[in-house]
C-alpha cells in the first residue's frame, strides 16, 4: 500500500511516539534475519547471541526451555495470513538445532 510520504518532524526530536512503536519489531527484524523456504511455507528466521537472549523460552521443537545466555533462533512466518506484525507477535524461538532437524509434513 502507498504510504503518504509526509515528513512529520516537529523541532527538536522529543517525542516520538511512532518510532517507539516501531523499535521492538526493529529489534526483531534487525541484525541477521533471513528467509528460509520450507516444505510449510516461508520462515523468517532469525539469529538471537548470547548476549541478546535474556530471558527463558520454550522451544516448540523439542518442549524443552531454551535458557537465557543459550544463542538460538527466532522463528515467524514471512506468509502469514494476518500480516507480518501479527506474525512477529506469534514468533517463537528454537533451539538451533531443532529448528535445523525439523521435520514437516513430508512423508
Ligand atoms: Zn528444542
Known sequence: MPRSNRPRRPRGRASQPAEHEALDADRVLGGMARVESAG??????????AAAARKEYSCPGCGRAV??????LVVWREDWIFGEADAIAARRHWHTACWRGRSFQNR
Open 67 to 72: 535458557p537465557p545466555g543459550n544463542p538460538h
Open 40 to 49: 510449510d511455507g516461508e520462515w523468517m528466521v532469525r539469529s538471537v547471541s
